[in-house]
């Protein structure tokens, strides 16, 4: 299908709750669907944060339970953050490839490069029924929580689209983003790190353009252009906006996974 062919809408679903570990994802994102009068489509996407993923799986991890190991301790010095969350950026990654204060680069383990392990701060509450460690002299409660990304987002978003698929009967797409930086550019983005049934890349090569030239080398990250679009609605700090329903994708649905997405390392000009 052509992307002119077709508009591209996303719709951000307002009504979810706060996620806690064991959460039924699926069927809280159809009640959300039900009350924005949205009937899911064949062809219809769910774009999703990992923070929620996470949340429902039960990544959430006290500092307070871990003992920094001696090359975590290290990395700690010279990167001059907390050696315990140092421990956990190397027990999430394959490999550290930049280390400067404040920020450590990585390979994480399930393939990408990325900040700090993908390790989350921000908007990191307690569990449920769980007091927050206040670990500043002042009291004003500093979380010793933080969240890491989801075992295998793969995984999850082929879980959460087999539920929906079956109470909708409609062929859908499901996607888990995060947000990532990028070589050269300033800011982070929105990033696809697990998906199923809708295509990470789409390749062109061997079609012509527009002046009958034939492609040789385009291939098309549908996926990440998707997730920085749904981004864009579900914002990056306290929006509250975790699930954007999208209809309109421009390329057909298909089977496929985050591992079309990452550069061969022999073809890694930026390490």
């Known amino acids: 299908m052509s992307p002119q062919m077709t508009s591209l809408i996303l719709r951000p679903l307002p009504s979810i709750p706060v996620i806690q570990q064991g959460d039924d994802l699926a069927s809280?994102?159809?009640?959300?669907?039900?009350i924005k009068?949205?009937?899911?489509?064949d062809g219809d996407i769910l774009v999703i944060t990992s923070k929620i993923i996470s949340k429902a799986e039960g990544r959430l991890v006290n500092l307070m339970d871990i003992t920094a190991s001696d090359e975590a301790k290290a990395l700690a010095t010279r990167s001059g953050k907390d050696p315990r969350l140092a421990d956990l950026i190397l027990k999430e990654s394959r490999v550290?490839?930049?280390?400067?204060?404040?920020?450590?680069?990585?390979?994480?383990?399930?393939g990408f490069i990325c900040a700090n392990a993908g390790i989350d701060h921000s908007n990191i509450a307690p569990p449920s029924g769980i007091q927050s460690h206040?670990?500043?002299?002042?009291?004003?409660?500093?979380?010793?929580w933080v969240l890491l990304l989801p075992v295998n987002p793969d995984r999850s978003a082929a879980g959460i689209r087999t539920k929906l698929e079956a109470a909708?009967?409609?062929h859908l797409g499901v996607m888990i983003v995060?947000?990532?930086?990028?070589?050269?550019?300033?800011?982070?983005?929105?990033?696809?790190?697990?998906?199923?049934?809708?295509?990470?890349?789409?390749d062109k090569r061997g079609q012509k353009d527009l002046v009958g030239y034939t492609l040789q080398i385009t291939l098309i990250?549908?996926?990440?252009?998707?997730?920085?679009?749904?981004?864009?609605?579900?914002?990056?700090?306290?929006?509250?906006?975790p699930v954007v329903h999208v209809r309109g994708f421009p390329y057909s649905l298909r089977e496929g996974s985050f591992s079309e997405l990452p550069r061969p390392i022999d073809e890694d000009m930026f390490r």
């Not at 009068?37 to 489509?41: A, G, R």
């Not at 206040?134 to 010793?144: A, I, M, Q």
């Not at 990028?182 to 809708?198: D, E, M, N, P």
């Open 28 to 34: 809280i994102i159809l009640e959300a669907c039900q």
């Open 37 to 41: 009068k949205i009937h899911l489509k």
């Open 168 to 170: 909708t009967q409609k």
């Open 221 to 241: 990250a549908a996926a990440d252009e998707l997730a920085g679009a749904a981004s864009l609605v579900m914002g990056q700090a306290d929006e509250g906006t």
């Open 96 to 110: 550290v490839l930049r280390v400067r204060p404040g920020t450590v680069i990585v390979e994480h383990r399930l």
């Open 178 to 202: 995060d947000s990532h930086g990028r070589a050269w550019r300033l800011g982070v983005v929105g990033t696809c790190i697990g998906l199923s049934g809708l295509p990470a890349i789409v």
């Open 134 to 144: 206040l670990s500043n002299k002042s009291g004003r409660g500093v979380s010793e």
